[in-house]
Every structure is written in structure tokens, then in C-alpha cells.
């Protein structure tokens, strides 16, 4: 492939009945998109198909002439139903063949584990006549690539570890070796809570005039939204003055910006732990409705907790349970959020030291949401009231779907 073109066509095509009928989330094709992004490669489009062998055939043929390159993920196991070598082949109308080279690395994965090799592990050896293997260093499923109507092939294995291992090691460097990337993108990032996506969209785009080649995107998961600012990296000072005055606007509502280690609900939490590390305070979390959503996302990002609890009852006296315990653990803070009333959505926040208690009591004024994501979004008030505490900011901030009732 010596031909070098200003603007790829790239496809991620994702196998398997469980991916197509959604009984599993295709998070390797989020995660795909978002890593050549930050590579400076664009993916084009995405297509999913299920196991059925004339079907993966016929679609290998067809999206091979729209697209210079096709990433094909999942259907190389030893079951019956993982069939992308097959139809690859069929696609290509060539056979299979043993691959001797694959067929010991897959004996020396089993001795090493001090097991024979199923009989049925050698159809992971079995690969089309013209394919070139791609090393997996972690399973027992290599990857394959292949030339079909122009356009370069690349297979993969299905489990993420895997698959993200193969993209990073074997799969980039060939597609930025063939295809130099004319120029790389900025992707700016922020994190919100308290204003809608309808608000966050007016006030920005009646404020901040974009050229035609920077966007802002907008991502809400309920209670929070994520800001991006896309543009060619050329444009790099123009975007910063627009970032600029996009953090201007966003300022009160403001959460934390870039894109923290695991990004969504965690994300957080990350940033109060690094807070809690960085001031070396520990911290004892009560909850009630939240059901211990606080103590574990905290927990995972590696926050210094020394006591968690979950509190089934309504405290007569919220103020007292607090102060004794933060004695009895001997801890620099206590979180709490309590007393949750279904009737009427009040609940109550705390944030105790040994010197003081302060105390919130709040109603969310939102529309009715299940119990999940009545826990999510009491999670995050918990997390960004703390937040705040630690930055020396008003513990409550303004928030559409919250009132502070005493």
C-alpha cells in the first residue's frame, strides 16, 4: 500500500450476535474512536454485524470498496460461532490454512499453564491463505491482516485487553506508517453540573463566535455534562482563546477539566482523592439513599477512607452521630448523605470536622428518575459539595435541580 492519500477512510466493524442484540455494550468501538482521535485519525463510520457467515461475507465485500482501512473486531475464538477467519477467507475466495507458527505459540501458552490444548484451540491457527498474523501477547486468539478490494484488513480478538493491546502495538504504527497524518486534532475537554445542555448551548454559542473548523460537542449523562472542543492543531491559539472564554461561562458550574484516568461517573471522585492525598486528610462517609455509591467510587480512585457505612434509618440527630464518630475513627472529615425522604426528594448533606459541622438540608426539584440515577446524581452533589470544601468554595453550588431548603 504505497499510495498516500490526504483523508483515509476508516471503519471499525464489530461481530457478534450479543454485540448486535445489545446484550453486551460495545465499549471497544467507543474506545477505538476515542484513541485514534487522540492519534490524530479520524474513524469514518461504524457498523456492527452479527454471526451468521453469509452475512459476515457479504458485508466484508461491500465495506472493503467504501473504505481504505476496516478494523474488523471479534469471531476469533474456537467456538463454533466465531466465524471472521472463515468469512474473511470466503471473502477473499481463498482457504484456510494452518499456521504453524501460531499453532506453537498456542501449545506453549497451554504447557506454560500446565494444561493440553483443546483440540478445538487449533481453529485459532487456522487463517486465510494470504493473511500476515498480528501478535496477541496476552490470549490465545492472533489477529490477522489482509488485503481485500484495495482496502487493508486488520482482525482482532473481542476481549478489550487484548484488542486495545493489538490497536496500540501493531495495529497504529502500520496505519501511520502507510497513511502520515496531514495534521493532528486539539480535543479540549471540561465537565459541568447544575446547568442543562440547552442552557450550556445557548449561552455558549450566543457568546462565542466558532470558525468553521472548531465544534463545540456536548455529553450529558444525568447529573453531569462534558464540554468538547474539537479544532486542527493548527489552530491551537485561536482554540485557546476560545477555551478560555467557554471556562468563563461554565465557571460556576465547572466540575474539573481534561479528561481524568477513568472517565464518566468516577471521574469525580478522582478529583477529590487527588484533593484528599494532596491535603492528607482522611475521611469517613455516611450514606443513606446513595447505598454506598459514594464510598465506592472513592474507594476506586484510591481516596484515604477509613470508614464507610451505610445507613438504613433517618437520624434524629444527624449532627451528633458525625461528631462522634469522626472521633471514634479519628479521621479529618466526615461526608454524609442522609436522610432522603421520598415523598418530597429532601435529603440532607453534611461535611464534619472536629471543629465544625456544616449542614444542608436540600430538595431536588428535577424530573422523577429511577433509583439508579436518584443515586447518581445524590453521589455527585455528595462528591462536588466535598469538592468544594477542599478548594474553600460555597459547599453548594448553583444547581437547576437543586434547592437548598435550610
Known amino acids: 500500500m504505497n499510495q498516500i492519500k490526504k483523508r483515509i477512510k476508516i471503519e471499525m466493524l464489530s461481530t457478534g450476535d450479543e454485540v448486535l442484540y445489545g446484550q453486551i455494550v460495545d465499549t471497544n468501538a467507543a474506545w477505538l474512536s476515542d484513541f485514534l482521535f487522540e492519534e490524530g485519525i479520524t474513524i469514518t463510520s461504524r457498523h456492527t454485524v452479527g454471526d451468521d457467515l453469509l452475512t459476515l461475507v ?8 467504501h473504505n481504505d482501512i476496516l478494523i474488523v473486531n471479534g469471531g476469533l475464538g474456537p467456538t463454533s460461532d466465531d466465524l471472521s477467519a472463515q468469512a474473511a477467507a470466503q471473502a477473499n475466495n481463498e482457504s484456510l490454512i494452518l499456521h504453524e507458527e501460531w499453532l506453537k505459540t498456542l501449545e506453549r501458552y497451554f504447557l ?23 501478535d496477541n501477547p496476552i490470549g490465545t486468539a492472533c489477529g490477522f491482516k489482509m488485503q481485500l478490494n484495495d482496502c487493508l484488513l486488520f482482525f482482532t480478538p473481542g476481549v478489550p ?31 459541568t453540573m447544575g446547568r442543562t445542555e440547552s442552557d450550556l448551548g445557548q449561552a455558549i454559542e450566543t457568546t462565542v463566535k466558532l470558525p468553521d473548523s472548531i465544534t463545540v460537542g456536548y455529553r450529558a449523562a444525568m447529573p453531569i455534562i462534558e464540554l468538547k472542543l474539537t479544532g486542527p492543531e493548527s489552530k491551537k491559539s ?7 472564554k467557554i471556562k468563563a461561562i461554565v465557571a460556576d458550574n465547572l466540575l474539573y477539566e481534561g479528561v481524568v484516568i477513568n472517565q464518566g461517573e468516577s471521574g469525580l471522585a478522582q478529583v477529590v482523592s487527588k484533593l484528599l492525598n494532596k491535603s492528607k486528610q482522611s475521611i469517613v462517609v455516611i450514606e443513606q439513599q446513595s447505598a454506598g455509591m459514594v464510598s465506592y467510587q472513592l474507594l476506586e480512585a484510591n481516596a484515604p477512607v477509613v470508614k464507610s457505612e451505610v445507613v438504613p434509618f433517618v437520624m434524629e440527630e444527624p449532627i451528633d452521630y458525625f461528631s462522634q464518630i469522626l472521633q471514634n475513627q479519628r479521621a479529618d472529615i466526615a461526608l454524609g448523605i442522609v436522610n432522603f425522604q421520598e415523598k418530597n426528594t ?8 472536629i471543629k465544625q459541622v456544616l449542614h444542608f438540608k436540600l430538595k431536588y426539584i428535577g424530573r422523577s428518575q429511577s433509583s439508579k440515577i436518584q443515586q447518581q446524581i445524590l453521589t455527585a452533589i455528595a462528591l462536588d459539595g466535598l469538592r468544594r470544601y477542599l478548594l474553600n468554595l460555597p459547599i453548594v453550588g448553583p444547581n437547576v435541580w437543586l434547592e437548598q431548603v435550610a
Open 58 to 65: 457479504e458485508t466484508l465485500q461491500e465495506r472493503s470498496l
Open 112 to 134: 506454560n499453564r500446565g494444561r493440553v490444548m483443546p483440540a478445538t484451540n487449533i481453529k485459532q491457527a487456522m487463517l486465510p491463505q494470504s493473511a500476515t498474523l498480528i
Open 161 to 191: 485487553s487484548e484488542f486495545k493491546a493489538m490497536v496500540r502495538n501493531s495495529i497504529l504504527p502500520e496505519i501511520k506508517a502507510n497513511y502520515p497524518i496531514t495534521e493532528s486534532k486539539l480535543c479540549y475537554r471540561l465537565t
Open 238 to 244: 485561536e482554540m485557546d482563546n476560545i477555551w478560555q
Open 346 to 353: 429532601e435529603f440532607t448533606l453534611i461535611i464534619a470536622t
